[in-house]
């Protein structure tokens, strides 16, 4: 619990000067970079080593203890947590995924005091939702031909998470999704290939300005003609569905953590409002009993989302992130519930909470991106769900025991 103790310290003490390092800012990128500052501090805390596996120089947090950290962080603040996430994506086909050479050559580069960022390049300008479609005609159309010991890319991508770095000039490694033949299914030719800060061709060609998470980082990222060695493939051509799986479930329970974050918000909020607030009236508002009622079932909600996602973290951990039935499942029910649960307490504070006389307006801009981002639940999720559901091996209880679908005993790690 020590991680989660530091990390609600964090919260209050450095993660609260966010909201006023962005609010005069107009431009999303300018947003992201006065991030910059405060991203530092929690480098220097170890929270980017918390990424890195400890044999390579970090101090890993396990899939649980990076949950219990996004709680606290995201109660306070969603886009620093957001940009450790982007990293976490952009290092775990590394991680997971890569070569002892591969590993050693990128991971001890997060393990210093330099705040570096991470990308997983993986949404489609025209969309992600089909980047498994066995159809070679549609999906990924972000190609890398071989060309004696280099892989040449081109395509474009959006919403590529920290992708721009810090100055416009790219993040320190991006995790290029794209595939190695455009007549060949995703089985065969989707591939994973990291790309470097500063080699030619990649550029920032837009930002993308979103509702919530004011100071996420949401670039175009274009690739012309990008040459990397062969080397920087990871596994082989095909591998990259389950490496693109992978990094997707790994997300999954922190982001649940992290609505349970932005529920706490709003529930504290709405707690101090209906117990100091009388609206003119007589009593204060908590003592009206659909006031009450409603307080209840925000509270029972949070509760239930948290546990689901500390239990869908421990499964990651204890399968190797192989049994994928609670991440897809923690990832629709935490932000679907969240949506509902920052609503109500909208409906406890009234029409004070649409303004920015509350900060309850600004919460639910952040939780209405949950449930479409990160693998939108119903064009990904509830697909990946239904997939599972349809295996003839599925066994019901076997997330409920911790162990993999199959009965087999989870990797080591």
């Known amino acids: 619990m020590a991680v989660r ?20 800012l107009d431009k999303p990128e300018d947003r992201f970079y006065a991030l910059l500052p405060i991203y530092k501090q929690l480098v220097g805390m170890g929270f980017l080593k918390g990424l890195v596996p400890n044999e390579y120089g970090g101090a890993y947090f396990d899939n649980l203890t990076f949950a219990l950290a996004a709680e606290e962080l995201a109660r306070v603040d969603v886009n620093v947590p957001s940009a450790l996430l982007g990293t976490g994506l952009g290092l775990n086909p590394i991680i997971n995924f890569g070569t002892e050479e591969q590993k050693q050559r990128w991971l001890p580069l997060f393990c210093g005091d330099e705040p570096r960022l991470a990308a997983i390049a993986y949404t489609e300008v025209t969309g992600g939702a089909n980047y498994d479609s066995p159809d070679p005609t549609v999906g990924i159309q972000t190609f890398a031909v071989r060309d004696g010991d280099e892989w040449v890319i081109n395509g474009a991508k959006h919403y590529t998470t920290n992708a721009s770095g810090w100055d416009g000039l790219g993040a320190d490694l991006i995790s290029v999704v794209c595939r190695t033949d455009p007549a060949l299914p ?48 990871i596994g082989h051509p095909g591998d990259g569905l389950d490496i693109v799986a992978t990094a997707f479930s790994w997300t999954c329970s922190s982001i649940g ?24 009236g007589p009593v204060p508002v908590i003592d009206y009993q659909n006031a009450g009622y409603m307080l209840a079932d ?7 989302v948290r546990y689901f996602a500390w239990k869908a973290a421990d499964h990651f951990d204890r399968t190797g992130g192989k049994d994928r039935e609670l991440a897809n499942g923690v990832k629709i029910f935490a932000s679907e519930t969240a949506v509902q649960t920052v609503y109500d307490a909208m409906r406890l504070v009234g029409v004070d909470a649409y303004t920015n006389l509350t900060p309850i307006a600004s919460i639910m801009e952040d939780v209405l991106c949950f449930p479409v981002y990160d693998g939108g639940n119903m064009g990904v999720r509830r697909r990946n769900l239904h997939k599972l559901l349809k295996d003839p091996s599925f066994d019901p209880l076997a997330a409920a025991e911790n162990r993999l679908t199959t009965g087999a005993d989870a990797p080591d790690r």
């Open 5 to 24: 103790t530091q990390a609600r310290h964090v919260a209050d003490t450095v993660l609260s000067q966010v909201a006023d390092a962005i609010s005069s």
């Open 186 to 233: 995703p089985a065969e030719s989707l591939a994973v290939i990291v790309v470097e800060r500063g080699t030619p061709g990649v550029s920032i060609t837009g930002m993308i300005d979103t509702m919530g998470h004011r100071a996420t980082n949401s670039p175009r990222v274009e690739f012309s003609d990008v040459r990397v060695p062969v080397g920087n493939l």
């Open 257 to 280: 953590a992290a609505c349970v974050g932005r529920m706490r918000a709003a529930f504290d909020y709405a707690y101090q409002f209906t117990t100091t607030d009388h609206r003119s």
């Open 298 to 304: 925000i509270k029972t909600r949070i509760e239930a």
